[in-house]
């Protein structure tokens, strides 16, 4: 097979993640140690401040002789820190504090959108090391032609990376269509152009991404995972307190459901494609093939276009034009407002959650798009009088897919943490 056509393969990237009972309690089986020390890492990984070897016991389950034993593992595999010791108000000697290891392991963040490629390096601790942006057309473009283009990108970043000593763990791609995670094929991306490209095959092409392993993932799903790991991160909401729909406004419009703290990802793992909501059946046609989509009304070319401003604005000047009293951009902000309270409104009433996040291009208008938003939820969410109805801006910010794609490569590292130690 020509590495060079982006063809269907069936690889696959990462392995998938375990349920959320099997991380939740020590295991009983022959994966033991495994599950062990991937429910030790993932409680200090998690841990929006600094943990110690008896708050894990108690927060696992596992005997304080076994958190030592794993704890030692994973600071010698530089997984985990040690820091110099605390004193506290217990009697006896002060806990050790325990954090993620810094730039030690790496998951590198690629994206593709119609209107840039991007790339970030993420490590342990979630701190961004690396990032490199360019902007341009992407609109229909050549996979190859487009995924050669961030291999050169992603090239000199990977080689700071590696000469600095540090390992990456792998790399997910950012699209804006039907890509399932934990596979490198991107089915179809409609704003893109393509159609069932294998991603990893392109990007192995090139000699830095060589034995690095590569999946794809859709921008919404990643966008709601980065902001749900941002939240964890920032504001000490544990990942069983977080149930959100998650929309991203970009030139396309995706959305993603996390209940629970995990993505509620459908059977194919294609759930989520609420920019393909019907808000007119006769509105203007789609690169989907249909009539009157939602991202013909609010994505971020039909905003532009609706305020009468070049496609090149960027969303912040798009809203510095809004602010500053354009009455066209305010009304095309106020129209899209209208048909994204009315198609979520559907959504949250379809799956029972009580916050909307507004990410992408969104976070950053959040706060001119909310108030037709939260009209619409008002009259059309059915829970409306017995439960608050929150709308907020993503804290991830307008890259969130970018991160996410970073931290899913983190996250594998947590759940399978054994041939990093061993």
Same mark, same amino acid.
């Given at each position: 097979?020509?590495?060079?056509?982006?063809?269907?393969?069936?690889?696959?990237?990462?392995?998938?993640?375990?349920?959320?009972?099997?991380?939740?309690?020590?295991?009983?089986?022959?994966?033991?140690?495994?599950?062990?020390?991937?429910?030790?890492?993932?409680?200090?990984?998690?841990?929006?401040?600094?943990?110690?070897?008896?708050?894990?016991?108690?927060?696992?389950?596992?005997?304080?002789?076994?958190?030592?034993?794993?704890?030692?593992?994973?600071?010698?595999?530089?997984?985990?820190?040690?820091?110099?010791?605390?004193?506290?108000?217990?009697?006896?000697?002060?806990?050790?504090?325990?954090?993620?290891?810094?730039?030690?392991?790496?998951?590198?963040?690629?994206?593709?959108?119609?209107?840039?490629?991007?790339?970030?390096?993420?490590?342990?601790?979630?701190?961004?090391?690396?990032?490199?942006?360019?902007?341009?057309?992407?609109?229909?473009?050549?996979?190859?032609?487009?995924?050669?283009?961030?291999?050169?990108?992603?090239?000199?970043?990977?080689?700071?990376?590696?000469?600095?000593?540090?390992?990456?763990?792998?790399?997910?791609?950012?699209?804006?269509?039907?890509?399932?995670?934990?596979?490198?094929?991107?089915?179809?991306?409609?704003?893109?152009?393509?159609?069932?490209?294998?991603? =990893? %095959?392109?990007? +192995?092409?090139?000699?830095? !991404?060589?034995?690095?392993?590569? *999946?794809?993932?859709?921008? @919404?799903?990643? #966008?709601?995972?980065?902001?749900?790991?941002?939240?964890?991160?920032?504001?000490?909401?544990?990942?069983?307190?977080?149930?959100?729909?998650?929309?991203?406004?970009?030139?396309?419009?995706?959305?993603?459901?996390?209940?629970?703290?995990?993505?509620?990802?459908?059977?194919?793992?294609?759930?989520?494609?609420?920019?393909?909501?019907?808000?007119?059946?006769?509105?203007?046609?789609?690169?989907?093939?249909?009539?009157?989509?939602?991202?013909?009304?609010?994505?971020?070319? =039909? %905003?532009?276009? +609706?305020?009468?401003?070049? !496609?090149?604005?960027?969303?912040? *000047?798009?809203?510095?034009? @809004?602010?500053? #009293?354009?009455?066209?951009?305010?009304?095309?902000?106020?129209?899209?407002?209208?048909?994204?309270?009315?198609?979520?409104?559907?959504?949250?009433?379809?799956?029972?959650?009580?916050?909307?996040?507004?990410?992408?291009?969104?976070?950053?208008?959040?706060?001119?798009?909310?108030?037709?938003?939260?009209?619409?939820?008002?009259?059309?969410?059915?829970?409306?009088?017995?439960?608050?109805?929150?709308?907020?801006?993503?804290?991830?910010?307008?890259?969130?897919?970018?991160?996410?794609?970073?931290? +899913?490569?983190?996250?594998?590292?947590?759940?399978?943490?054994?041939?990093?130690?061993?």
């Amino acid at each position: 097979m020509d590495p060079m056509n982006p063809v269907t393969s069936g690889r696959t990237g990462l392995p998938r993640e375990r349920s959320r009972a099997a991380m939740s309690r020590p295991a009983r089986q022959s994966s033991l140690r495994e599950h062990n020390l991937s429910l030790v890492l993932r409680h200090i990984v998690d841990s929006p401040t600094r943990t110690t070897r008896a708050r894990v016991s108690e927060a696992t389950g596992l005997t304080k002789a076994t958190v030592s034993e794993l704890v030692d593992l994973l600071v010698t595999a530089k997984l985990v820190t040690e820091l110099e010791p605390e004193p506290g108000e217990r009697v006896g000697r002060p806990g050790v504090p325990l954090i993620p290891a810094a730039r030690t392991f790496v998951g590198l963040g690629l994206e593709v959108q119609a209107d840039h490629i991007a790339a970030r390096a993420v490590d342990l601790q979630g701190t961004t090391l690396y990032e490199r942006v360019t902007v341009g057309d992407f609109r229909l473009s050549d996979p190859g032609d487009t995924l050669r283009q961030l291999a050169r990108l992603v090239t000199p970043m990977v080689a700071t990376i590696t000469s600095q000593g540090s390992r990456i763990a792998g790399a997910c791609v950012s699209v804006p269509g039907l890509a399932r995670l934990g596979s490198s094929v991107v089915r179809y991306a409609p704003n893109l152009g393509w159609e069932d490209v294998d991603v =990893a %095959l392109v990007l +192995r092409s090139s000699a830095a !991404l060589q034995g690095i392993s590569i *999946e794809v993932g859709n921008d @919404a799903d990643l #966008g709601a995972l980065g902001e749900s790991r941002t939240r964890s991160r920032l504001a000490g909401v544990s990942r069983m307190d977080q149930n959100f729909l998650y929309i991203a406004g970009e030139v396309g419009i995706g959305g993603a459901v996390v209940l629970s703290g995990d993505l509620a990802g459908g059977m194919h793992g294609w759930s989520g494609e609420i920019g393909h909501a019907v808000v007119d059946p006769d509105g203007p046609m789609c690169n989907c093939g249909a009539r009157g989509c939602l991202e013909q009304f609010a994505g971020k070319d =039909a %905003l532009l276009r +609706r305020a009468g401003l070049p !496609l090149t604005y960027s969303t912040e *000047e798009l809203r510095a034009v @809004a602010l500053g #009293g354009n009455l066209e951009a305010l009304a095309a902000l106020n129209d899209a407002a209208g048909a994204l309270g009315r198609t979520t409104a559907a959504a949250m009433n379809l799956v029972d959650v009580d916050r909307l996040i507004l990410g992408g291009a969104y976070a950053v208008l959040h706060d001119l798009l909310r108030p037709g938003i939260e009209a619409e939820l008002s009259t059309r969410v059915m829970a409306r009088r017995w439960i608050p109805l929150h709308v907020e801006g993503a804290v991830s910010g307008e890259m969130a897919s970018l991160t996410g794609a970073a931290l +899913r490569v983190i996250d594998g590292v947590v759940a399978h943490p054994t041939p990093w130690v061993a």
